[in-house]
Each structure stands twice: as C-alpha cells, then as structure tokens.
C-alpha cells in the first residue's frame, strides 16, 4: 500500500519493510558482537517497540532473555514531561546487562527517565537499543548504543507506531501527509 488512511488523517509510504529489516539486521549483528558472553536482558517497552523486539530476538545469537515494561504517566491525556513510572520489571536485575529496546527516540526525555530508572534497580550496565531516533527533534544529551536508523522529525506509524491507537499493524512505516 502506497497509502493508508487512519482515523481523519492520511498517511503515505515512507519506509518499507525491506529496509526496517536490513536495520534491525544491523543492530543484530552488532549487538551479537559486543554482548557476547554478557547474558542480556533485554527490555521491550510496550506499546511501540513489540514489532521491533520480536524481530530483533529472531536475529540474536546470543544467550539472552527477553521481558516487557509499560510507562505509566501521572497524569491524564495531555503530556506533562513528568516524569514516568515503569510498570512490570519484576526480574532481579541486580549485576545484570539490561538493553532497553525502544521503538523510537525523539525528545529523549522517556529513555531518559527509563535508564534512570532502570540503574536505581543495580545493574552492572544499561545499554538503549531504538529501532528509529529523531535525532532533530532531541532536546537531550542520549546516549543511544544501537539505532536502526536516524529519520526526519515527521510524525510516522506503522511496525509498532499508532495514531490514537490504530496503524501499529502496519508492516512498513508511512508518514502523515499534511
């Protein structure tokens, strides 16, 4: 499809799945290098990055595990940048190599917040693996060691992104016509 529509909005084809692959191929292989020996846990942070999580894991050769988190916010519909709780690490990971595994990174204030939040648990490293990074829209110093590929501040969905909940099925990724 060279375009889907979404709710009101129009979205047009921006990323195909063939080359979203060849990116997570990347980070595959690079993380099969360095954590080599390390035993990983890797941290999917729902919602988003489920689609890139599973086909990472298809690629990894090395010993690892895999768990789930979801950011909670303390408020209601709007962002605050408030500061977010996450829900759902109930392994110890206490002397352990944890790889958030993040859909996208454009503020940087979330992975932020998360790696904090993730070293209070005692790890002995935390590393921050995204499928795809903004790096125009990133008003933080991020320190990303694995990235799928930099794109364009444009508002995308599809392989795990959604507009109010809807695209996240999508294989390829589309961008919102304006």
Request: hydrophobic share 40%; proline share 3%.
């Given at each position: 499809?060279?375009?889907?529509?979404?709710?009101?909005?129009?979205?047009?084809?921006?990323?195909?799945?063939?080359?979203?692959?060849?990116?997570?191929?990347?980070?595959?292989?690079k993380m099969n290098k360095d954590l080599?020996?390390?035993?990983?846990?890797?941290?999917?942070?729902?919602?988003?990055?489920?689609?890139?999580?599973?086909?990472?894991?298809?690629?990894?050769?090395?010993?690892?595990?895999?768990?789930?988190?979801?950011?909670?916010?303390?408020?209601?519909?709007?962002?605050?940048?408030?500061?977010?709780?996450?829900?759902?690490?109930?392994?110890?990971?206490?002397?352990?190599?944890?790889?958030?595994?993040?859909?996208?990174?454009?503020?940087?204030?979330?992975?932020?917040?998360?790696?904090?939040?993730?070293?209070?648990?005692?790890?002995?490293?935390?590393?921050?693996?995204?499928?795809?990074?903004?790096?125009?829209?990133?008003?933080?110093?991020?320190?990303?060691?694995?990235?799928?590929?930099?794109?364009?501040?444009?508002?995308?969905?599809?392989?795990?992104?959604?507009?109010?909940?809807?695209?996240?099925?999508?294989?390829?990724i589309y961008t919102v016509v304006e």
């Amino acid at each position: 499809m060279s375009r889907v529509k979404l709710l009101d909005r129009e979205f047009e084809l921006s990323i195909p799945e063939e080359t979203l692959l060849k990116a997570v191929d990347k980070v595959a292989e690079k993380m099969n290098k360095d954590l080599e020996g390390k035993n990983p846990l890797m941290v999917c942070v729902l919602n988003g990055s489920f689609m890139f999580a599973s086909d990472l894991m298809k690629r990894l050769t090395i010993p690892c595990e895999i768990s789930f988190v979801k950011l909670s916010s303390y408020s209601g519909t709007g962002s605050t940048g408030k500061v977010k709780e996450l829900i759902g690490l109930n392994e110890d990971i206490s002397g352990r190599t944890i790889v958030l595994l993040e859909d996208i990174v454009d503020t940087g204030l979330t992975i932020i917040n998360t790696v904090e939040q993730v070293k209070q648990m005692g790890p002995a490293d935390v590393k921050v693996a995204t499928m795809l990074f903004k790096p125009d829209a990133c008003k933080r110093d991020v320190k990303l060691d694995y990235v799928g590929m930099d794109i364009p501040n444009d508002f995308i969905v599809g392989y795990g992104l959604d507009y109010d909940g809807y695209g996240r099925n999508l294989k390829d990724i589309y961008t919102v016509v304006e």
